[in-house]
């Protein structure tokens, strides 16, 4: 019997028109944008259909990209009737699983992830801190690498052969040199805004933490796969503290793809903008059915 997992790519997936073709040609998808337009004040269509540069600013780029996802997602399963055994997101995605798995309202993920996105947003001054990609280099040797400089971390297990380190420029710069002195095939500085998911976020973390009192959070219909952990959370007890530490720790990604890979999973249906996690998952097993869910093509297809 096959097991599916739905899952959620983050931040850096978003491209202006996104989900457009599901707000004009569905109402269901309609009524998502729509009423994250009424939750946050702002137009949702306008931000994620036109160009424009608030897209790829991380106050707005999370709500967009959670609201896109979880409507293309309740699409998806109103025409094909294929419900999740699982489901799993990659940072900001996990609010998707959330949603997947009945632990948080849809509107409660909008809204939360558009806090969460200005905690991190001013969580550190613009140039402070930065992010790199560490490529053809295992992640044993990185963490061996990086342990003796103070300030940098690493920020995502991606894949094999692709981690992202996190922290202050200067730290994460040094370790860069370190990294292809010891054999790193190349390391990448990412174009973002701050060093997400590195100690430095510590404060974010905290104050979302405040915001999380507020929101109601249920037991799982579904097992989801927690980031911070990579195992599955099944009690609604454990919800809050780990979305908490989200923030400043390691993203556990691929991880996350083996212990679902223990549980049996043999196909993962990626929902939401660009192929990024269906890369990665055909990287840890070639053995498993990788489909996405983008464009309302994509569902005709399938």
Known sequence: MSRIAFIFPGQGAQTAGMGKDFYEQTETAKGVFDEATRLLGFSMPELCFEPNDRLDITEYT???????????M????ERTGIRPDVAAGLSLGEYC??????????ADAITTVRQRGILMQEAVPAGVGAMAAVLAMDAAAIETVIAPIEGVQIANYNCPGQIVISGLKEAVETAGEKLKEAGAKRVIPLNVSGPFHSRMLTEAGRKLGEVLEKTEVHTP????VANVTAQYVTDAA??????EQQVYSSVRWQQSVETMLADGV???IEIGPGKTLSGFVKKISRDV???NIEK?????KF
């Not at 454990?238 to 979305?243: A, C, F, G, I, W």
């Open 289 to 291: 059915k990788v489909l």
């Open 266 to 268: 043999d196909t993962f």
């Open 238 to 243: 454990q919800v809050k503290p780990l979305l």
């Open 97 to 106: 699983a959330l949603a997947a798995a009945g632990v948080m309202s849809e």
């Open 74 to 77: 309740k699409v998806f399963m």
């Open 62 to 72: 999370q709500a967009a990209m959670v609201t896109t996802s979880i409507a293309m």
């Open 221 to 224: 219909r579904i097992p989801y």
């Open 296 to 300: 309302m093509e994509d569902l005709e």
